[in-house]
């Protein structure tokens, strides 16, 4: 049997610098999404470049729905007509480019608090964070951990719930300045937070398992929608 060749250092250092340019590029994105989200939610006549940057995630979600559609290219056509409507009143738009955001974040809580929620009744191995454990760590990772990562399916739940809860209340009082910043400032450092300090407790409760960080996470989540598609 022949021993596969391992990679040479130039080639796994190439790798290396392919996935910090990947990740840097990703964190710069996010920034300038979160920056001028910050501006469209606390100013009253935000730039047009938040505005714009605003609707890109909408027409990204309505770009791959119609090209998954039965009927592709009228799909198609429509999400272009759609698409040079909202760019030729850009200027319009302005005026409600809080809302705008407001939608795509009480959304995404919405999503994501169903999403991992809604697999915390068919028991702890079922549970979605228990379905990622499953995919990242081999073999059998026994009843106490899937408890554990049950646990942990239901703190992010209450967390998109707040999130999403407290989003609406700030939004609704008026209070644009404070919901921007617990949009777009508050909640990315409060999923980091919670990814860290989950990662420490579970090191602390489940001494000498296998643990998976956050990069091995995050495509554990991938696999696991690509699973579910």
Do not use: K
Not at 56 to 67: H, R, S
């Amino acid at each position: 049997m022949i021993e596969p060749v391992p990679p040479a250092p130039d080639a796994r250092r190439a790798a290396a610098w392919r996935a910090a340019a990947r990740a840097s590029l990703l964190g710069a994105a996010a920034a300038v999404y979160l920056g001028l989200g910050y501006v469209a939610g606390a100013w009253p006549r935000p730039p047009r470049l938040a505005v714009l940057v605003g609707l890109l995630p909408m027409l990204a979600v309505l770009l791959g729905v119609a090209w998954r559609a039965r009927w592709r290219v009228p799909a198609l056509a429509l999400w272009a007509l759609l698409s040079m409507a909202l760019l030729r009143h850009l200027g319009q738009l302005r005026d409600h480019a809080a809302l705008l955001y407001f939608v795509q974040h009480v959304g995404a809580m919405a999503t994501l608090a169903l999403t991992f929620g809604a697999t915390l009744w068919s028991g702890h191995e079922r549970a979605l964070c228990s379905r990622i454990a499953r995919l990242c760590i081999a073999g059998d990772i026994g009843d106490d951990y899937y408890r554990y990562t049950w646990q942990v399916t239901l703190a992010w739940t209450l967390l998109f719930i707040v999130l999403g809860c407290a989003s609406i209340a700030l939004f609704a009082s008026g209070h644009m300045a404070w919901w921007s910043l617990l949009a777009n400032v508050a909640t990315p450092l409060l999923v980091g937070a919670l990814f860290v300090v989950e990662y420490a407790v579970r090191v602390r409760v489940l001494p000498g398992r296998p643990h998976m960080g956050i990069a091995a996470t995050v495509r554990g989540w991938q696999r696991w929608r690509a699973g579910a598609r």
